[in-house]
């Protein structure tokens, strides 16, 4: 059974002034926001069209008014079947069908509503009395005095001034000649301009003047107001890129299924403008058809044989316009929406060129600009005179900011960038008891000390990366084969001459640049699947390597074991290896064949009061069919260190040497 939750707007329930002036309204505008019970809005449109134009499905609703909050009488009851949902927001007319009358209001009321014969809604909602003007419609007496007793104008003919009386009076004194009047507002600094008539504005605006006419606007402050009102010292709105992790997808030549990639961009606000840009390459380019396909499941055809010979790279709609299907370009219908889903890019090589991949999504990405209402930015010094709490990060870009805070500074998430002094000569301050939890800049990364060592704030478990070493459509090894970009070693001694853990390099600035991948927080978890996956090689010279590197901290004076129990792939037919090294040394190497279902258990013994350097190398198993499998994961709580030993990271300012 579905759950809802109605939450009631600022003004539940108003009179809806149907009547003409001076009449008595007899029905009961009602607003409110229907979600479900995990927070997500009620979205039905069109109730007519449940495919396209009622996702959430039919929504029913009972209104009952009730004597009481609880229990009590019912006094007045109405169905609405099929009610029109937007985006939540709900709005009913009550008395539509069963008329609000002045018996039913005397009194505090109380509403209560059910939705789908799920039960009503507890608590009622109270009304106050007042709200009902219609009983000034039956009005029984007036300050006090029965309404018998009150003279009427029928009593006093002749005694009276009437309006036909008073408009002949003014009009012979000149106080209602049009001309006269027309001068005197122009005189007072009126100007003339549009009216009211005809403007139809969406739910939740109201009628502004502006510039000598009408127009529906925002009630209050507008959503990206915050940065007129701060002089332009804050604001809401964003550029963010979401990139895919997943690049280089190969296309598949002469397959019309097409290959896919997806991006999830997560809740980041509503979206005021929005472009893909794609870098594709393929051998003959007018045989290739790209489609972006949104959350919803529309379709854009972004480029269907055009004549770009050798490659397609570009953005969109600035550098080319989107052909719609179903939709018209550039994305129109997803300003003022949330862009939260999965994109996906598909694409379809329909020519053949003999070969199993003709070309690849080397990247692609989906830009938002976005009128955000989770974040807002400072454009300049923030400073805070009393306790500032930050539930989540506190982030500068560059030493000209900073944050100064003359009391309390409480974070539960992570501060990056030079928030505190950088000066001094950090390489030389230990950390001791006496300094834990002291915090520090250290190179442009934010440590604290855990009385042991520093260590980043919310730092990683591990390191990680995954590369392949071998183009079989180029017939190239990557990089030209250049060992210092895949850490001192060869890619193709890394899968056609069994490379070892033991052979990398101790230069920490090449082996930052190859081993990209943070794992989870430190502490977080007693085993990981560090990386899992199926690839696809067609020769024995390309391959898949994946590289995991721990920095653990031995703080006593013995050699402590860390077992290590894990299952790890290599494939000794096409020379690809798996192995283990502690500060360079050699551990375990073995250019054998294991699929993903064999189980390995090792000692990395860890020296004595420093910080020791982990690496463990897997590569694809053997293939069948072309399909190899890449694995590396930690199981048997090995991440559970014995006594004395802590994971530490700090790799993002190691020195370079083993013994650094």
């Avoid at 009076?169 to 006269?180: M, Q, S, V």
């Avoid at 990364?445 to 990683?460: E, L, P, R, S």
């Amino acid at each position: 059974m579905k759950r809802f939750t109605l939450s009631l707007s600022a003004v539940a329930l108003l009179l809806l002034p149907t009547t003409a002036l001076g009449d008595v309204p007899s029905t009961i505008h009602y607003q409110g926001m229907l979600t479900t019970a995990g927070g997500d809005p009620i979205h039905c449109p069109d109730p007519n069209d449940l495919q396209k134009g009622c996702p959430s499905g039919i929504i029913n609703m009972v209104f009952r008014i009730y004597d009481s909050p609880v229990g009590g009488q019912q006094i007045w009851t109405e169905t609405h079947n099929a009610v029109t949902v937007v985006n939540g927001v709900v709005n009913v007319n009550l008395g539509e069908q069963t008329p609000v009358t002045s018996k039913d209001i005397n009194g505090d009321l109380y509403l209560g509503i059910e939705l789908n014969n799920t039960g009503e809604m507890s608590p009622r909602q109270r009304v106050v009395a007042s709200a009902f003007a219609v009983r000034a419609g039956e009005a029984d007496s007036i300050a006090g005095i029965d309404a018998a007793d009150i003279v009427t104008a029928n009593n006093v003919a002749g005694y009276c001034v009437t309006e036909e009386n008073l408009a002949d009076a003014l009009k012979d004194a000149d106080y209602l000649n049009e001309d006269a009047l027309g001068v005197y507002l122009t005189e007072n600094g009126y100007k003339p301009g549009g009216g009211l008539a005809g403007l139809q504005c969406l739910n939740g605006q109201v009628a502004v003047y502006n510039d000598g006419d009408w127009e529906c606007g925002n009630s209050g402050l507008a959503p990206d107001g915050i940065a007129q009102v701060s002089n332009n010292l804050m604001s809401n709105q964003f550029v963010d890129a979401f990139t895919s992790e997943n690049v280089p997808v190969g296309i598949k030549d002469f397959y019309p299924p097409g290959v896919q990639d997806v991006i999830e961009v997560p809740d980041i606000g509503v979206g005021q403008s929005m472009k893909v840009c794609v870098n594709i390459s393929n051998s003959f380019t007018p045989d290739v058809q790209v489609t972006l396909k949104d959350p919803t499941g529309a379709k854009y055809s972004l480029y269907d044989g055009k004549e770009l010979i050798g490659g397609l790279s570009q953005c969109y709609p600035d550098d080319a316009e989107a052909i719609p299907l179903g939709n018209a370009p550039p994305f129109e219908d997803w300003f003022n929406k949330n862009p939260q889903g999965f994109w996906s890019l598909e694409v379809i090589d329909q020519g053949f060129n003999d070969v199993d991949f003709d070309g690849a999504i080397e990247s692609w990405s989906v830009q938002m600009q976005t009128l955000s209402n989770k974040k807002i930015q400072a454009t300049n010094d923030l400073i805070v005179q009393g306790d500032a709490y930050v539930n989540g990060s506190i982030k500068t870009e560059n030493d000209n900011n900073e944050v100064v805070v003359d009391g309390d500074l409480k974070v539960t998430g992570k501060i990056t960038g030079p928030v505190f002094g950088t000066t001094g000569d950090l390489d030389n301050v230990a950390c001791d008891d006496g300094m834990k939890g002291q915090l520090r800049n250290y190179k442009g990364v934010f440590q604290w000390c855990n009385g042991i060592t520093w260590t980043k704030m919310n730092g990683a478990t591990y390191r990680w990366t995954t590369f392949a070493t071998y183009s079989n459509y180029h017939g190239h090894w990557a990089a030209d084969n250049r060992a210092e970009l895949f850490g001192g070693v060869n890619p193709s001694t890394w899968t056609d001459g069994c490379g070892y853990a033991h052979q990398m390099t101790d230069n920490f600035d090449d082996l930052r640049g190859l081993i990209t991948q943070a794992g989870p927080v430190i502490g977080s978890l007693k085993n990981a699947k560090i990386h899992s996956s199926r690839r696809y090689d067609y020769s024995s010279t390309n391959g898949h390597m994946l590289i995991t590197l721990f920095r653990v901290h031995n703080s006593t004076n013995q050699t402590i074991n860390w077992n290590i129990q894990r299952y790890e792939t290599s494939y000794s037919g096409w020379s690809e290896a798996r192995s283990m090294a502690v500060n360079g040394q050699n551990i375990h190497s073995s250019c054998d064949t294991h699929g993903p279902s064999h189980h390995f258990s090792h000692n990395a013994p860890i020296p004595p009061n420093r910080t020791s350097t982990v690496i463990m190398v897997a590569s694809t198993g053997g293939e069948t069919g072309n399909a190899r499998f890449l694995q590396n994961y930690i199981d048997n709580n090995s991440l559970e260190l014995p006594e004395g030993l802590s994971f530490v990271d700090d790799f993002d300012v190691k020195p370079n040497g083993w013994d650094n």
